[in-house]
């Protein structure tokens, strides 16, 4: 266990739902990360958290919303979805942002499908 | 544009061989390079990572080749083993840091008995 847990494991909805996905990390770690995983492209860094603060925002459209209200939790609000953004939701937790002394530890990821 | 090819899409490898994927990047202020592995059903976890300072890389079975002049870099798993079939990502970022990780398309092996 990476100790990076993400609730639901599998998410349907339409596209005028609204829904949330949460990330609960039990590391002590001070930097939190979303990240969208779908089939056959790279890996997207959505936004970055250090000390409940929002460091990075990778152009994301606003229908995603990201709340920290603390360093262990981090959710991600879902609004009037488009079926493309069916993907693997994907969090992760750092004890800080130096990439080659904090290492990302990964969730198991939201698997989301917007109809 | 992507910034940073990877290759193969997919590797079929005999169990005992080498595994070889490439990448590539076009942005000359990364300097920071990981690999990361991914299982069906779980996050992707660190494998090993590299700095430009160094050009070789090697933790157990797990080497990172880096040639800073070809912006290349690439994972090689000696005596790759079934346990070794995931996805492998390879990444990139400025300063050092997580916050601006730009990943490869991932490679699928397979190593097969």
């Given at each position: 266990e990476t100790g990076v847990t993400q609730t639901p494991r599998h998410l349907v909805m339409g596209m005028t739902n609204k829904k949330s996905l949460k990330c609960e990390q039990h590391l002590g770690h001070?930097?939190?990360?979303?990240?969208k995983q779908s089939a056959k492209k790279p890996l997207e860094l959505m936004f970055v958290y250090n000390f409940?603060?929002?460091t990075e925002n990778n152009s994301v459209p606003s229908r995603f919303s990201p709340e920290c209200?603390?360093?262990s939790h981090l959710f991600l609000h879902l609004h009037t979805l488009q079926p493309e953004?069916?993907?693997l939701y994907l969090c992760a937790s750092s004890i800080g942002l130096a990439g080659d002394t904090d290492t990302q530890y990964f969730g198991p990821g939201t698997r989301l499908t917007v109809l | 544009q992507q910034q940073v090819?990877?290759?193969?899409q997919s590797l079929i490898v005999q169990k005992g061989g080498i595994s070889i994927i490439n990448c590539a990047y076009e942005n000359t202020a990364f300097d920071y390079f990981p690999w990361y592995q991914q299982f069906p059903g779980k996050g992707?976890?660190?494998l090993i990572a590299i700095r430009p300072d160094v050009s070789e890389k090697k933790e157990g079975r797990?080497?990172?080749s880096f040639n800073k002049s070809a912006k290349q870099f690439s994972l090689h798993i000696m005596d790759s083993q079934p346990g070794d079939s995931a996805t492998y990502f390879?990444?990139?970022s400025p300063n050092f840091g997580n916050e601006k990780l730009t990943f490869g398309t991932g490679t699928r092996l397979t190593i097969i008995p």
């Open positions: 001070n930097a939190m990360y979303w990240y409940k603060e929002q209200p603390n360093s953004d069916s993907a | 090819k990877q290759s193969p992707p976890a660190l797990f080497t990172i390879c990444a990139a």
